[in-house]
T-cell receptor
Framework: LAKTTQPISMDSYEGQEVNITCSHN???????ITWYQQFPSQGPRFIIQGYKTKVTNEVASLFIPADRKSSTLSLPRVSLSDTAVYYCLVGDIGNAGNMLTFGGGTRLMVKP | GAGVSQTPSNKVTEKGKYVELRCDPI?????LYWYRQSLGQGPEFLIY????????DSGLPNDRFFAVRPEGSVSTLKIQRTERGDSAVYLCASSWGGSGNEQFFGPGTRLTVL
């Protein structure tokens, strides 16, 4: 199983760029990397998914180096409303497997 | 359009009782998932349905937990002889196709076992 490791918590200030790195040394060839965001008292919400290099959408960017043993979620110009828990998941999108293992996540606190 | 809905939003029961938690997925989503989440922890996978069948039930903690999805849409999570350790938020999610696709989560059911 591809296990993921993320920082437990991070602090930032409004307007800054935040980068959260996830380690997944045992990632398999068919595995994708997916990030979710969760606010208190809500279910997680999909942010972004990628396989290699860089993926960007209207919310975030995902950077994946060539060896794919880590990935970095980048949130540009965060606001107070980005305070949440962020989860990194790794798994084969065609297989239930460990794609469904959320781990502890990273608690991001954005300060004014 | 309507998202994933879960009922009830809160459930308080006594130790030893039976409970049912309901999930209405997004219309047309073939995959449905159940998770439970304890305070300060990430969601813990319980079971995954593809259509009417349980494609992966490896996360169910013991035989007191059971889930059904008889018509490939609504699902019910059933917990027998509840224990205080079952207290958690039970989350349901649905998606198109396989488990790695974007999952849309409901607001959860907070279960408290006294």
């Amino acid at each position: 199983l591809a296990k993921t490791t993320q920082p437990i918590s991070m602090d930032s200030y409004e307007g800054q760029e935040v980068n959260i790195t996830c380690s997944h040394n045992n990632i398999a060839t068919n595995d994708y990397i997916t990030w979710y965001q969760q606010f208190p008292s809500q279910g997680p919400r999909f942010i972004i998914q990628g396989y290699k290099t860089k993926v960007t959408n209207e919310v975030a960017s995902l950077f994946i180096p060539a060896d794919r043993k880590s990935s970095t979620l980048s949130l540009p110009r965060v606001s107070l409303s980005d305070t949440a828990v962020y989860y990194c998941l790794v798994g084969d999108i065609g297989n239930a497997g460990n794609m469904l293992t959320f781990g502890g996540g990273t608690r991001l606190m954005v300060k004014p | 359009g309507a998202g994933v809905s879960q009922t009830p939003s809160n459930k308080v029961t006594e130790k030893g009782k039976y409970v049912e938690l309901r999930c209405d997925p997004i219309s047309g989503h073939t995959a449905l998932y159940w998770y439970r989440q304890s305070l300060g922890q990430g969601p813990e996978f319980l079971i995954y349905f593809q259509g009417t069948g349980a494609a992966d039930d490896s996360g169910l903690p013991n035989d007191r937990f059971f889930a059904v999805r008889p018509e490939g849409s609504v699902s019910t999570l059933k917990i027998q002889r509840t224990e205080r350790g079952d207290s958690a938020v039970y989350l349901c999610a649905s998606s198109w196709g396989g488990s790695g696709n974007e999952q849309f989560f409901g607001p959860g059911t907070r279960l408290t076992v006294l």
